[in-house]
C-alpha cells in the first residue's frame, strides 16, 4: 500500500486555523495554496482508505495529481501528473520545504484575505476590532508601528500583500492568532457587546437618585451622565457612554489602597488594626467592633486606618506617589490623575471624617508614632484620585485576572492581596447594600459617592459603571440597575453554575451557551461532523492490521466517503 505520514495535519490546522472552522477551509480551500489542499475535503470516490494511528503516525493513501499536506515516508512515490506553478504555489511550495505546515502569519492573512491576494489595512483592523483588541493596545504596539512604516512605503498607502502582511505581524502573532481562533475570554465579542450596549440603553433611560452634595464639588456634575466600560482578562475592551469624562474614585479607592496595603505587609499585618466583619451601619458611622478595631476597610474608620498603613514613614508627597504608581500600574498606564479641587472641597467639608479620625486616636487605632491630621489629608487626597471609565475598568480587569494588568502583562498585586479584596468587595462592598448586592448580583462590587461601580467578574473581567444620581444609600441608580440586569442575563453570579440550574448564556463559551469544538488525537467521531460528512465511516479495527504494538495502537479506518454537504 501506498503510505504518506500526515504528520499531524488534522491536529495542526484546527489548532493553528486563526478565524475560520476547519470545515470553513475545506469549503473555500482556493484560498489555500494547492500545496496545502488535504484529500479529505475532495469528494472523490478514489479516496478508499485512511489509516489513522493514534501514537502520532497517521497515514494517508494519496489521491493522484495533488500535494498532500504531508511527509513522505520511506518507499512512499511522488504523484507524476504535472501541475501549473504559479508564483503562489511556488511560494506555498518552499513554505512546505521550510517547515510543512502554513505559518501562523499566513494562516492569519489566508482567513482575512477570504481569495484576495491583497488585503486593505482598514480591513485586519476592522476584523481586530471585532475580536475585542483595540489598535492602541500596548501588546500590540510592535505591529502597530510596523504596519504604519509598511504603509508609508507602499504604492497606494493601503493594501497589504501576504509578504507584507506577515512582516506587520510576526512580532505579535502569539496574541493576534489567539485573538483570531477566538481562544479569548469572550470568544463572540461582538454579541456580547452588543449585549452590554442594550443594557446600557436601558439604563440611560431610569430616572431617580440625587447627585451628592455634601461634597460641594461633586454636585455639579450633570444628572444625564451614564457610562460603562469593560476589560477582559485577555484585554477586549468595549466603552458606551461618556467613558471618557474624568471623575473621582472617591470610595472606590478603599478596595485598591487596601489591596496595595496587603501587598506590601501581608494579611496578618493588615488585619491587627482593621477588621473583617460587615458592620451593618452606615458607613461613616463613628463606631468599632468588640475589638475596638474598625468593622471592615470598606467603610470610612477602616479606610482611614488602612491609609496609615501605607508607607508609614515616608512624607504624604512620597506616599501619594507610591499610590498612583500602583494604580497607573493597575490600569495599564491610562488616565489616572487627581482633583485639587475636589481634595480642598473634602478637606473643607470633613467634619464627619476628622471626629472619626479622633476617635480611632483615641482608641489607639493606629499603628505607633501616627500623625492622625496627615492621615486624613493621605485619605481625602486618595479620594480625591480621577479616573474614567476606561481606565478604572482595567484596574477592576487587573483584580479579574488575580493581580496582573491584562493589558501590559505585569504583576502588580500579590495573590493573597487580589483574593482577600475580592473577598472583602463581595461581603462589605456596597455600603448598606452589600447583602442585597451579594444575594442579587453575586459579585465583588465597590461603589463611590461620585457615582462609580467598580464591579469584578474573577477570571473574566472588570467593569466600571458611572453615573451621579444615588439612591438612599449612596448607590449609583443605574449602575445598581445594570448590574443586576448584567447578572440576569448572563451566568455571571458565583452560584449560577451549579448544577442543574436554571440556564443564561454564557458569553465564556462560543456560541453563548456551547464550549468551543476542539479535537484530541483520537476525536476522529467529532472531526467526522466538522468535516459534514454524511455517514458515520470511522471505525474502530483491530491494531494488527497496521501492524503496531497493539498496547499503544488505536486504529481507525474511513471507507466509501460520501459527497460532504
Aim: proline share 5%; with cysteine; charged share 25%.
Amino acid at each position: 500500500m501506498l503510505q504518506f505520514r500526515a504528520s499531524i495535519v488534522l491536529k495542526e490546522l484546527i489548532q493553528t486555523s486563526p478565524k475560520r472552522s476547519f470545515s470553513d477551509i475545506i469549503r473555500h480551500r482556493k484560498t489555500l495554496p494547492n500545496a496545502y489542499c488535504f484529500s479529505a475535503a475532495y469528494r472523490d470516490d478514489r479516496i478508499s482508505k485512511l489509516k489513522i494511528v493514534c501514537n502520532g503516525r497517521p497515514f494517508i493513501q494519496p489521491l493522484a495529481g495533488r500535494r498532500y499536506l504531508c511527509t513522505k515516508t520511506d518507499g512512499a512515490i511522488e504523484p507524476t501528473e504535472p501541475e501549473k506553478k504559479d508564483e503562489t504555489v511556488q511560494e506555498a511550495t518552499a513554505d512546505k520545504k521550510a517547515g510543512i505546515l502554513p505559518s501562523l502569519e499566513d494562516l492569519l492573512f489566508y482567513s482575512i484575505a477570504e481569495g484576495q491576494e491583497r488585503i486593505p489595512a482598514h480591513k485586519f483592523i476592522t476584523a481586530l476590532k471585532a475580536t475585542g483588541l483595540r489598535t492602541g493596545d500596548p501588546r500590540l504596539k510592535e505591529c502597530m508601528d510596523m504596519l504604519k512604516v509598511t504603509l508609508k512605503s507602499t504604492s497606494d498607502g493601503v493594501m497589504l500583500d501576504r509578504h507584507l502582511f506577515k512582516k506587520c505581524v510576526q512580532s505579535n502573532i502569539v496574541l493576534l492568532t489567539q485573538a483570531f481562533r477566538k481562544k479569548f475570554a469572550i470568544p463572540d465579542f461582538q454579541t456580547f457587546a452588543s449585549h452590554i450596549d442594550a443594557l446600557y440603553e436601558k439604563g440611560r433611560n431610569l430616572s431617580g437618585g440625587l447627585v451628592a452634595d455634601y461634597i460641594p464639588q461633586l454636585a455639579k456634575f450633570s444628572p444625564d451622565l451614564w457610562a460603562v466600560s469593560l476589560c477582559t482578562v485577555d484585554g477586549q475592551r468595549h466603552t458606551v457612554g461618556d467613558t471618557k469624562v474624568p471623575f473621582c474614585l472617591q470610595s472606590c479607592v478603599k478596595p485598591l489602597k487596601y489591596a496595595i496595603a496587603v501587598h506590601d505587609h501581608g494579611t496578618e499585618y493588615v488585619h491587627r488594626f482593621i477588621g473583617k466583619e460587615p458592620s451593618g451601619l452606615r458607613f461613616n458611622k463613628l463606631f468599632l467592633d468588640e475589638d475596638d478595631k474598625p468593622h471592615n476597610p470598606m467603610v470610612n474608620a477602616g479606610a482611614i486606618v488602612c491609609t496609615s498603613l501605607i508607607k508609614q514613614r515616608a512624607g504624604n508627597a512620597e506616599k501619594f506617589d507610591y499610590v498612583m504608581n500602583f494604580l497607573k500600574k493597575m490600569a495599564g498606564n491610562e488616565y489616572v490623575g487627581f482633583s485639587n479641587a475636589t481634595f480642598q472641597s473634602e478637606r473643607e467639608s470633613g467634619d464627619r471624617n476628622f471626629a472619626i479620625g479622633y476617635y480611632l486616636k483615641e482608641k489607639k487605632c493606629f499603628p505607633d508614632g501616627t500623625d492622625m491630621t496627615a492621615v486624613l489629608d493621605f485619605y481625602f487626597q486618595l479620594c480625591s484620585i480621577e479616573v474614567t471609565c476606561e481606565s478604572a475598568s482595567v484596574m477592576a480587569a487587573t483584580l479579574a485576572n488575580g493581580g496582573f494588568c491584562p493589558i501590559t502583562g505585569e504583576r502588580v498585586l500579590s495573590p493573597e492581596a487580589v483574593r482577600n479584596t475580592l473577598s472583602l468587595m463581595h461581603s462589605c462592598g456596597m455600603y448598606d447594600f452589600s447583602g442585597q448586592f451579594a444575594f442579587h448580583v453575586g459579585l465583588p462590587a465597590k461603589s463611590g459617592v461620585a457615582g462609580g461601580i467598580l464591579l469584578v467578574v474573577p477570571n473574566v473581567m472588570g467593569i466600571m459603571c458611572w453615573s451621579p444620581p444615588l439612591d438612599k444609600l449612596g448607590n449609583s441608580v443605574r449602575g445598581i440597575q445594570f448590574c443586576t440586569d448584567l447578572v440576569s442575563l448572563f451566568n455571571f453570579h458565583n452560584y449560577d453554575n451549579l448544577r442543574h440550574f436554571a440556564k443564561k448564556l454564557d458569553p465564556r463559551r462560543e456560541g453563548g451557551d456551547q464550549r468551543p469544538q476542539t479535537f484530541g488525537p483520537l476525536d476522529y467521531e467529532s472531526l467526522q461532523k466538522e468535516l459534514a460528512l454524511k455517514d458515520t465511516v470511522w471505525t474502530k479495527v483491530s491494531p494488527t492490521e497496521c501492524n503496531e504494538d497493539s498496547s499503544t495502537t488505536v486504529v481507525y479506518r474511513m471507507e466509501n466517503v460520501g459527497d460532504g454537504n
